[in-house]
C-alpha cells in the first residue's frame, strides 16, 4: 500500500458512478485524462442516471475551472467543494490536473486506438513526468485494472462508496439471548398495557441493541421481543405478536413459517416504523409477506390509501426491447414477483376475512405498479411503497426513492443481494447495503434478514447445491 501523497488517476466509470468521487481523496491529488473528458462528453446526453452524472461531472468541473481561473493549468486547480456539497473530509485538499500532453498508445502492436490503452498512456506519461510521486489508476473496470497491472500500473476499485468494508459485517436485525438472560437482568420492570406486555432493562457492555431490533431466547423458556426503545443505559423490550397459530392471527390470510417470517410481519404491521428493509434469498417470502400486510392496512384498516409497487428494470438475460402500452402496462412484464403472489393471496381458500369478494379487479384498483424512471419531484401521501429488487439500486437511487415519502408513507424495501445485475454494483456497494447500514439506528425503521426458503423442498435444494 502507497503512503504520503499520491496521484489518482480517475476512470470515467467511476466519475459516472460517483459525481463526488472528484473530492472524496482528501488532501491527495486527482488527475484526469482526456479521453475520460471526451467519454464524459459523449455520455452526457440522455436521461438515465449514468447521463445525468456525467452531466454533474461537467458541471462540477467547470466551477473548479472558473474558481482557479488565472493560473497556469498545468499548475493545477484547487479541489475546493462546491457550494451546497457536504462531504465529511480533511480540511487540506488536493489538486486536479488534467492530461495535457498527447501520449502514443501503450500497445504500439494494437491497429486500433482504444480508450482503455488511451488512459493506460496517460498514466505512464504522468508516472513518468512526476517519477517521485506514487500513481495509482481508479477504475471499476476489472479488465483495465488487469491492463494496468500487466503493464506494471497500480490500480485499484473505488471504494470510497462502500457501505461496510465486509458484507458478513451488515446488521441482520436479529440477536439470540444468552440461556440466563432473565438470571443476569433479575431487576427488570414489566408491565402490560393494551394487551402488550413489556419489560424495562438495564443494558450490559455487550448488549449493543439497535431500536426495533428483535431478540430471542430459544428453548423452554421461548420467547420473542422486540427493542421498543432506547433510553441511554435502560431498554424497553416488547414481546411481539405470534402470527404463526390461528387465523385470527394471520395477515390476510398468511401465516409466519419461521421466527423470521414473524418478525417482518410485526415490522410491517406497526404503524410506528416507516421504513422496512428485508434481505433474503429467494423463497424466503419478501414480497409475499409485503404484500400480505399491505393489502391488510390498506383494504381492511384502511391505514394507507394504496400499495405502489416498483422495481429496477434490469434485465437477466437479453433485453425483449421496448414494450407497447401505458407505464403500467410497460412495467407489468417486470412484476412477475407481484403477479404471482396475488394468485396465492386472493385463492377463496386463503383470502383472509374479505375471502370470495377480494378479486384480482378489487385488489387491482389499490395497487399501482410506477416505473423508477418517473419519480423525481413526487410525492406519496398516506401510501404504502414496496420497492422489489432493491439490491440493484445504487446508493443515489436509492436516495431518490426514499426522499418521496410524504407524511403517513411507508416503504419496504426487498431484495436479495447474491443476485445483483447492475454493473459496478457489489454486495457492500448496493443502495440497499447502504440503507440497512445507515437506517439501522432510527427509531422509525427496521430490519430483517430472512434466511429460510419457504418455497419447496426443489427451491430449498437448489438455492444450496447451485
Known amino acids: 500500500m502507497t503512503r504520503g501523497k499520491r496521484i489518482y488517476v480517475l476512470d470515467t466509470n467511476v466519475l459516472m458512478h460517483d459525481p463526488t468521487a472528484l473530492f472524496r481523496f482528501e488532501e491527495h491529488d486527482v488527475f484526469i485524462p482526456m479521453t475520460v473528458l471526451e467519454e464524459l462528453d459523449a455520455a452526457k446526453k440522455g436521461t438515465s442516471e449514468t447521463s445525468r452524472n456525467a452531466r454533474q461531472v461537467s458541471r462540477f468541473l467547470n466551477e473548479l475551472m472558473v474558481a482557479g481561473n488565472g493560473h497556469p493549468i498545468e499548475d493545477g486547480v484547487e479541489l475546493r467543494l462546491p457550494q451546497g456539497l457536504q462531504l465529511d473530509r480533511k480540511p487540506k485538499a488536493g489538486r486536479l490536473y488534467f492530461q495535457t500532453n498527447a501520449h502514443v498508445a501503450v500497445d504500439k502492436r494494437s491497429t486500433r486506438t482504444m480508450p482503455d490503452n488511451l488512459i493506460l498512456a496517460a498514466v ?41 468494508d465486509d ?29 402488550r406486555t413489556f419489560y424495562e432493562v438495564r443494558r450490559r457492555k455487550d448488549e449493543d441493541w439497535h431500536p426495533n431490533q428483535n431478540l430471542y431466547l430459544p428453548g423452554e423458556d ?29 395477515v390476510w390470510g398468511i401465516q409466519a413459517r419461521n ?6 410481519l410485526n415490522a410491517l404491521m406497526d404503524p410506528e416504523i416507516d421504513f422496512v428493509t428485508l434481505l433474503g434469498t429467494a423463497g424466503t417470502g419478501k414480497t409475499l409477506l409485503a404484500l400480505a400486510a399491505g393489502l391488510a392496512q390498506v383494504m381492511d384498516q384502511q391505514r394507507y390509501r394504496e400499495i405502489i409497487m416498483t422495481r429496477a428494470t434490469v434485465s437477466v438475460g437479453e433485453d425483449i426491447g421496448f414494450l407497447p402500452g401505458t407505464e403500467e402496462e410497460k412495467m407489468t412484464p417486470w412484476m412477475g414477483a407481484l403477479t404471482d403472489n396475488l394468485e396465492v393471496l386472493t385463492n377463496p381458500q386463503e383470502g383472509g376475512a374479505w375471502g370470495r369478494a377480494a378479486t ?17 419531484g413526487r410525492t406519496f401521501l398516506n401510501r404504502y411503497v414496496i420497492i422489489d429488487e432493491a ?21 419496504i424495501c426487498l431484495g ?29 425503521s427496521a430490519h430483517i434478514t430472512l434466511r429460510r426458503g419457504e418455497r419447496s423442498r426443489l427451491a430449498d435444494y437448489a438455492s444450496e447445491v447451485l
Open 124 to 164: 505512464v506519461g504522468l508516472r513518468e513526468a512526476r517519477p517521485r510521486e506514487p500513481v495509482v489508476l481508479v477504475s471499476k473496470d476489472i479488465n483495465l485494472r488487469i491492463k494496468a497491472k500487466i503493464y506494471g500500473i497500480t490500480a485499484e476499485d473505488y471504494e470510497n462508496d462502500r457501505a461496510l
Open 167 to 195: 458484507f458478513s459485517l451488515l446488521y441482520n436485525g436479529l440477536a439470540e439471548l444468552p440461556g440466563n438472560f432473565w438470571d443476569r437482568h433479575g431487576e427488570l420492570r414489566s408491565w402490560s398495557e393494551r394487551g
Open 222 to 250: 421461548e420467547v420473542e421481543l422486540r427493542v421498543l426503545r432506547l433510553e441511554g443505559h435502560k431498554a424497553v423490550l416488547q414481546i411481539v405478536d405470534d402470527y404463526r397459530i390461528g387465523a385470527s392471527h394471520s
Open 259 to 264: 421466527r423470521e417470517q414473524n418478525f417482518a
Open 360 to 376: 384480482n379487479d378489487l385488489l387491482a384498483s389499490r395497487i399501482k405498479i410506477r416505473s423508477m424512471n418517473f419519480m423525481r
Open 391 to 411: 439490491q440493484n439500486l445504487t446508493p443515489k437511487q436509492m436516495k431518490t426513492l426514499v426522499t418521496r415519502a410524504g407524511p403517513g408513507s411507508k416503504i
Open 416 to 444: 436479495n443481494v447474491e443476485q445483483i445485475d447492475t454493473p459496478y454494483l457489489t454486495e457492500t456497494t448496493s443502495g440497499l447495503t447502504y440503507a440497512v447500514d445507515r437506517f439501522k439506528d432510527w427509531e422509525h
